[in-house]
């Protein structure tokens, strides 16, 4: 899978999972341009990264 397509992704698991599209959109486009190609390459590697970032009190941002 390529990396838009990785972020894509991700970018709509965060909002399925409550978080604003604005939220998803910024933590991911963050992650993707600092992180390692390894820690992002997968969606569930950048899910966790993401999800890590936002924390379990973020939903509803």
Known sequence: MS???VGDSVRNALIGLGW???IA???V???LAAGAPE???T???LLRLALAQLGPAGAGR
């Open 39 to 41: 820690e992002t390459a």
């Open 3 to 5: 990396a838009p397509a």
């Open 29 to 31: 486009d963050e992650l």
């Open 20 to 22: 604003s599209e604005k």
């Open 25 to 27: 959109v910024q933590t």
């Open 43 to 45: 969606v569930p590697a």
